[in-house]
């Protein structure tokens, strides 16, 4: 009992007000619509029905609906709002239901529940019971999503585990229904238009929740009113972004090519600065190897702040040796050595990598800056009360013991 | 040394002579043997913002884990650093004297900013705390008189490298340089139109002018390009001479250069500093900056070889003293030395020592024991005052750093907001404001152990520089929080401020190693709010110079009175500021005691008198503000004292003066707040209604009068005098200092007199005990210290030599140094039976929660010998609680105030007292395994003869009035005043010592012999 409580208040807290989960699963309205041109006295279920959002809206669509739910308190709601539902567990619910007798099953946020076996069985047991043509839909959290897939998804304490969408697809698949979809849901919509992405973007910008729409196999006829659902993409992925993200880094990097030739061409004139070139050239053929590619690698996926850095990274190792004056490194190896210093962590992982480079270690040993500062390292103080771990007191009882005080001495002078 | 020199480099990267300069400077400060970084600001000039941002970013940076720096280029001078040298390349000359080159047409914007530049390189390098600012040459050095009005100091740097070398004279002229239109390349050229001699100019060096000047160029012109740096100085080793015509070029290391390769230097009067190397006809010529005036130094040249080679010649002796070694000397010969023990942060100044906190600040800190030298940094709480670093006593060093105008600013609006000067209260959040005065903080915390907060406002600030290798010292001059929220609790916009006052404080308390309160009242305090433990609470109460302020001789007196008053009427004295509690005590010493006792002179001394109405009564004196040589006279021209307070709060250090120099005191309860006599007679306390009659009845007994005055004097050198307590205290943070960081369970206390060989023997056997975490104390009060002949031990000894008297106060001494939790008293003629002594002490004390402290078995030996005293517990369990053997907390012991140094001079029953006031705390068992030997006194030896043993019951009466039921079992007992022949005589006379009324000790009274008072 307590536990099911738990549940419900924990629902209400995170999953959403009724009117936004309402909101998000009108979506989902679009999908169905073809099959009331099709079905008129049929009957949709919604495992899981919960506070009964989805029935709602059923509901107000004119579509006929039983929910069901293993939780009193949620199904309880449901019944104040003259919904049509029954405590149940799906499986047992749907084995006593007849071969081709509903038109629409639905589960939102079910199937990562559930043990993997019973997903297979209800699986079965749905295409059983759907009418040809009928559709299953499942939707759940999207591990592609990494914020969810590393954090969100473990808030709910009853997750057993997050289900990649092909996993979902291809069990429906496997089972026997006719065609499956996958589609993304509740992602930002501006995400699709941004052009420069940036790391935190990729990181939770693709679809939060995704959706399986399933199809049990039906003549022509009635598929093709479905067509539209499997012909067109859905939602937002990780790859999507991801592909953003590089080109983003590819535009500075070709805004920074850019800079630097024609740095080198103003360079070109200077024979002083050519000289020292070559001589600085020596230095770096180290870094002209796969090791340092590999190691820098990691790098291009740190945070946009950093871009700086690695196209300072990406100088050392594109560009011909004769041509890339030394004043340019020195710049960036000072911005470098200024960066690390204020970063024990990176500037540890820098020196292991400098040992791989003899030359360009010693050269950076040697550069004339020992030490190179920027604004941000300085000594700030900031206040706050109550900070010590070793207090036994609060202010506050101080304060009143020192009222006491006070007031005894007022007494004892009166 | 670590030394930072602050170099700043181009956002663009680009480099300069600016550079090599700092290259030479690093490497030759490294050859010297110091640890020398570079610490590279990169400074972007693209905006106003950004040069402004590099102004901040120097000027917030903190960099004091160097032990100094020397900056360089603007705005590396802008760093906040207590030990500061310039060595100044340039500010940013575009401001300055290439402005009008630069901006023609300047709007206005431009010139404000200009201004500004101007206002805070100025300010930046009129700091006080640089030491010295030296510049690179006289041109630099010009600029700053007339642009910034700073005198600096020029020190030439030398070359970098000194590979130069002279080799022959072929026929041409040799200039390096960056092709650019402030080095003046163009008039060398034109020059060269001119020149008559078969003689060319080689040009080394590229630059943006490179195409102009080429098409300039005649064919005795020969542009060489970019040459290695040998090829240059091999230019220069076979030139004629070397012509260098750069428009006020701020240093030019050509010249150096050509004079290194002994040759003559031809330059303008417009150059710059070339011009001051260069004397005209001796090693060079100096021109006006005409090309047909040049040629005709160069034809002379070349008419003149042997002319030009010896003024090279000279050229190179002229710049032989300008060597790295010496710049070096001369630059670190004004960096500042910090090699204090101690530091005490503070936010006001000490001198001069005005009112009570200040004058606590210099007596305390004036002249710490242990020989410990203190370093003082403190501010003033006003605007406008100047950095000041000077000594005030030879040990005791004063740095005061003023305050930024920003954080007044704040600081003032905020004080006006909530009605209240809050400057103090609020430190600790715009403290970050000061930068000058933090840096000097942070600095002296990672150099110094020993850090004193006195008051808690940079506590706050600095907290997380404190390491535990810190002895972290409050001195609480009051107990802050309290005294704050008495003053502000009626200010609802202060109940925040009140708020963060009681966390400063707190997490003081709870982060300090030791607490140093003013008094009992104080130390309770701080018990009772913040739950601090007794034994990390000291009293070092307030005081007076005992040896300034001194009573007079009879001659002097006579002399002083005659002076001042012009009757036999005996005068009487009051003190004070302007402030309003003493203004109500002297307004009722004109209006009712001056004309109530006609007989009597009355003095008001100080401010306090400036807001009287001087209308003078003939025996009222108001004198208004007198100095201290006047203060003096007059304490010593008076024969007692009065201090008729009825307000305020803390102690009344007045009440010092009067004591030291010797005056009797009639007082309110009020005025003698926290000041306790110890047995001694100083002062009576009266109410204010009672202060006529107990004037008058003090006058009616001039004996008394006399006693009392020398009771005062003895009470101020005893307990109050500034020499003792900062002596006292000095030990009190040397002894945590030294043990911080070990583990000390057990103090081991030894007082001791002219006992060297028993000493030695006792610390022999300690030395032998099997107990590990021990320290051991001993004061000793011998003529002769004996320091050199310790030996040394397995345990931490601290051996301290005082000349303060009196084997109670010794051991309260001793009591107060100690770090351990359990204090065990011995003497110095005792020693532990066995090696189990302390173990056996400290597992008992460990045992149970319930003991307090140890009564150990102190055995001895002739015992039946009448010749002999011995001494020994043994039959009298619980007692006596003789100091031969005692152990206690250390809580318990600062809980009751140690030893009462009442029972003093001569010292008995101390030791019972102290038993009895512990037995209220807990329990003390008797102990036979803890045990110690004590030998017999033979009672020949002349302080042990009868009468001599027995004037040592003029402490009875003290401990009677103290514990009236304990004292009646012990008196019957120990049957003293059957047994002693001269008892009674010696407790009569501590009756009347310590005033003490036996008609109230009806059991004891019983037994007292009735007839009249021998003496």
């Known amino acids: 009992m307590k536990q099911q409580k738990f549940y419900k208040a924990f629902e209400d807290r995170y999953r959403g007000s009724r009117e936004m989960i309402k909101k998000r699963q009108e979506q989902y309205l679009k999908f169905i619509k073809p099959l009331t041109t099709i079905f008129h006295e049929d009957t949709a279920l919604d495992i899981g029905c919960g ?29 104040k709002q003259k919904l049509n539902v029954i405590k149940s567990d799906a499986l047992s619910y749907l084995s006593k239901q007849k071969d081709n007798s509903l038109i629409l099953i639905t589960a939102f946020h079910v199937v990562e529940h559930i043990a993997f076996e019973d997903l297979q069985k209800l699986v079965q047991e749905a295409l059983r019971v759907l009418k040809d043509g009928g559709l299953l839909i499942f939707e759940t959290p999207n591990p592609n999503n990494i914020k969810v897939a590393t954090e969100y998804f473990y808030l709910d304490p009853t997750h057993i585990r997050p289900i990649p969408s092909a996993l979902l697809a291809f069990t429906t698949e496997y089972f026997g229904f006719k065609r499956v979809a996958v589609m993304g849901m509740q992602e930002q919509k501006t995400l699709l238009e941004k052009e420069d992405v940036s790391l935190k973007d990729v990181l939770e910008g693709p679809s939060p929740d995704y959706a399986v729409i399933a199809q049990k196999k039906a003549p022509q006829e009635i598929t093709q009113k479905f067509d539209f659902i499997f012909e067109k993409s859905y939602g937002l992925s990780l790859d999507i972004l991801l592909q953003k993200f590089e080109q983003t880094f590819q535009r500075v990097e070709n805004l920074a090519i850019n800079a630097e030739k024609k740095a080198i061409e103003a360079e070109k004139k200077a024979i002083e600065a050519e000289k020292k070139a070559i001589e600085a050239e020596k230095n770096y053929t180290a870094l002209l190897n796969s090791h340092s590619w590999k190691i820098t690698q990691p790098l291009r996926y740190l945070n946009k702040k950093l871009q700086w850095f690695y196209t300072g990274v990406y100088h050392w190792i594109t560009f011909s040796p004769t041509s890339r004056p030394r004043r340019i490194v020195n710049k960036i190896l000072l911005k470098l050595k200024s960066y690390l210093n204020k970063n024990p962590k990176l500037k540890t992982k820098a020196s292991q990598i400098l040992q791989y480079f003899p030359k360009l270690q010693e050269y950076v040993a040697n550069m004339h800056l020992s030490h190179t500062v920027d604004k941000d390292i300085k000594h700030t103080y900031s206040y706050r009360l109550n900070e010590d771990p070793k207090r036994k007191l609060s202010v506050e009882e101080i304060l009143a013991r020192i009222e006491k005080e006070a007031e005894k001495k007022e007494e004892n002078r009166s | 040394m670590k030394i930072a020199l602050i170099t700043i480099q ?27 970084e570079t610490v590279t600001f990169i400074s972007d000039e693209s905006s106003q913002e950004k040069i402004l941002a590099s102004y901040e970013t120097c000027h917030t940076m903190d960099l004091t884990d160097y032990d100094l720096v020397i900056s360089t280029k603007a705005p590396s001078y802008a760093i906040s650093h207590p030990n500061h040298i310039v060595y100044l390349v340039h500010t940013m000359r575009v401001f300055y004297d290439m402005f009008t080159k630069e901006f023609p047409k300047p709007n206005s914007r431009i010139k404000a900013f200009r201004e500004k530049i101007i206002k805070k390189d100025t300010q930046a390098l009129s700091k006080a705390s640089i030491s010295k600012l030296f510049t690179i040459g006289h041109e630099v050095t010009k600029r700053l008189k007339k642009y910034n009005k700073i005198e600096s100091e020029v020190l030439h740097p030398p070359l970098v490298h000194e590979h130069f070398y002279c080799d022959g004279q072929e026929n041409y002229i040799f200039i ?16 060269m139109q001119y020149v008559r001699s078969d003689i060319q100019l080689h040009i080394a060096g590229t630059g943006e002018d490179e195409q102009s000047l080429k098409k300039l160029a005649n064919n005795k012109v020969v542009f060489l390009g970019r040459i290695s740096d040998e090829a240059i100085t091999k230019e220069y080793a076979n030139a004629l001479a070397v012509p260098f015509v750069p428009l006020q070029e701020d240093y030019g290391y050509v010249t150096l250069e050509a004079f290194k390769s002994k040759k003559a230097v031809i330059t303008c009067n417009d150059s710059g500093e070339p011009s001051y190397f260069v004397k005209d006809g001796v090693n060079g010529f100096v021109c006006k900056a005409d090309p047909q005036e040049i040629a005709k130094k160069i034809d002379y040249l070349y008419e003149h070889k042997d002319e030009a080679k010896e003024m090279g010649k000279r050229g190179f002796e002229s710049i032989k003293h300008i060597t790295w070694d010496n710049v070096i000397k001369e630059l670190l010969s004004h960096s500042k030395k910090y090699d204090e023990d101690v530091l005490i942060l503070d936010m006001q100044p000490i001198d001069p020592p005005v009112g009570g906190g200040r004058l606590r600040l210099l007596g305390l800190y004036h002249n710490l024991g242990a020989k410990l030298k203190s370093l003082y940094l403190g501010s003033y709480d006003w605007q406008g005052e100047k950095f000041r670093d000077h000594k005030l006593t030879p040990s005791l060093r004063e740095v005061d750093i003023a305050l930024s105008d920003e954080h007044f600013t704040q600081s003032n609006a905020l004080s006006q907001a909530v009605g209240h000067n809050i400057i103090d209260l609020m430190f600790h959040k715009m403290g970050d404001l000061s930068k000058d005065y933090l840096m000097h903080a942070i600095y002296n915390i990672k150099r110094n152990n020993i850090v004193v907060f006195s008051h808690p406002w940079i506590y706050p600030l600095v907290k997380t520089f404190l390491t535990d290798k ?24 202060c109940k925040d401020i009140i708020k ?33 433990p007794f034994d990390k609470l000291e009293i070092i109460p307030n005081g007076v110079f005992t040896s300034k302020i001194i009573p007079p001789n009879s001659n002097q007196k006579v002399e002083l009175q005659q002076k001042y008053f012009k009757n036999q009427k005996k005068t009487a004295i009051f003190m004070g500021s302007n402030y309003g509690p003493n203004i109500d005590a002297a307004k009722f010493i004109a209006t009712v005691l001056a004309p109530s006792c006609r007989n009597v002179n009355f003095i008001i001394a100080g401010s306090v008198g400036n807001v009287l109405n001087k209308e003078s009564q003939n025996n009222l004196y108001i004198t208004g503000f007198i100095d201290e040589d006047e203060k003096l006279h007059l304490l010593q021209a008076c024969d007692f004292a009065i201090n008729p307070m009825n307000g305020g709060s803390g102690t009344n250090i007045k009440m010092f003066d009067f004591m030291a120099a010797g005056l009797p005191i009639i007082t309110t309860a009020i005025g003698a707040r926290g000041i306790e006599q110890f047995g001694k007679k100083a002062f009576f306390v009266a109410d204010l209604n009672d202060f006529v009659n107990t004037i008058e009845s003090l006058l009616a007994e001039p ?20 020499e003792n307590i900062s002596f006292k205290l000095g030990h009190l943070l040397n002894s945590h200092a030294q043990t911080l960081t070990k583990d000390i369970k057990v103090s081991i206390i030894i007082p001791s007199y002219e006992r060297k060989e028993l000493l030695l023997i006792l610390l022999e056997k300690l030395n032998k005990q099997s107990f590990e975490n021990f320290e051991v104390i001993v004061i000793d009060q011998s003529k002769e210290s004996i320091s ?47 090696k189990e002594w302390i173990k056996n002490a400290y597992e008992l004390y460990k045992s149970d929660k319930t003991i307090v402290g140890i009564e150990g078995k102190i055995s001895s030996d002739h015992i039946a010998d009448l010749a002999y005293r011995s001494v020994s517990n043994v039959g009298c369990e619980g007692l006596g609680f003789m100091t031969a053997n005692l152990f206690v907390s250390k809580y318990i012991f600062n809980k009751i105030d140690g030893f009462d140094e009442a029972f003093d001079n001569p010292h008995f029953r101390e030791d019972t007292d102290f038993g009895w006031r512990m037995l209220d705390e807990g329990n003390v068992p008797y102990a036979h395994n803890v045990e110690v030997f004590h030998p017999a006194h033979k009672k020949e030896i002349a302080r042990e003869s009868d009468e001599q043993r ?6 009875d009466p003290l401990l009677m009035a103290k514990h009236p039921k304990r004292y009646e079992q012990l008196f019957l007992f120990e049957k003293h005043y059957i047994q002693r022949p001269y008892f009674w005589k010696y407790f009569k006379k501590g009756l009347q010592e310590y005033a003490i009324d036996i008609q109230k000790y009806k059991e004891i009274y019983k037994y007292m012999p009735k007839e009249k008072d021998p003496l």
Request: net charge negative; aromatic share 10%; hydrophobic share 40%.
């Open chain 2, 788 to 834: 050199n002949e310790i030996a040394s031990y397995k345990f931490e000894l601290k051996y301290i030599h005082s000349h303060i008297k009196g084997a109670v106060k010794a051991r309260n001494f001793g009591a107060m140094l100690a770090t351990g939790e359990l204090l065990g008293f011995i003497d110095d003629d005792c020693y532990p039976i066995n």
């Open chain 2, 10 to 36: 181009a956002a663009s990267g680009e480099k300069g002579g600016a550079e090599s300069f700092f290259l030479g400077l690093q490497k030759a400060l490294k050859n010297a043997g110091h640890n020398c």
């Open chain 2, 950 to 955: 027995d004037t040592f019951f003029i402490k």
């Open chain 2, 500 to 532: 963060e006052i009681i966390d400063i404080e707190y997490e003081l308390c709870l982060n300090a190693d030791i607490i140093l309160c003013c008094s009992k009242e104080d130390r309770s305090t701080f018990n009772r709010l913040y739950e601090i």
């Open chain 2, 470 to 493: 810190h002895l972290v010292v409050y001195d609480a001059q009051n107990v802050e929080s309290y005294l704050r929220y008495t003053l502000l609790s009626e200010n609802e916009a």
């Open chain 1, 51 to 79: 506070r009964g959002e989805w029935l709602e809206l059923l509901k107000q669509n004119g579509i006929k609906h039983i929910g069901i739910d293993t939780d009193s308190d949620m199904l309880k709601e449901c019944k």
């Open chain 2, 176 to 191: 390096p340089s960056r092709l650019h239109r402030w080095k003046r390349i163009d008039l060398l050229i034109e020059a």
């Open chain 2, 703 to 722: 004996k008394l009068l006399d006693h009392m005055r020398l009771s005062a004097r003895e009470l101020a050198l005893e307990q109050f005098s500034f």
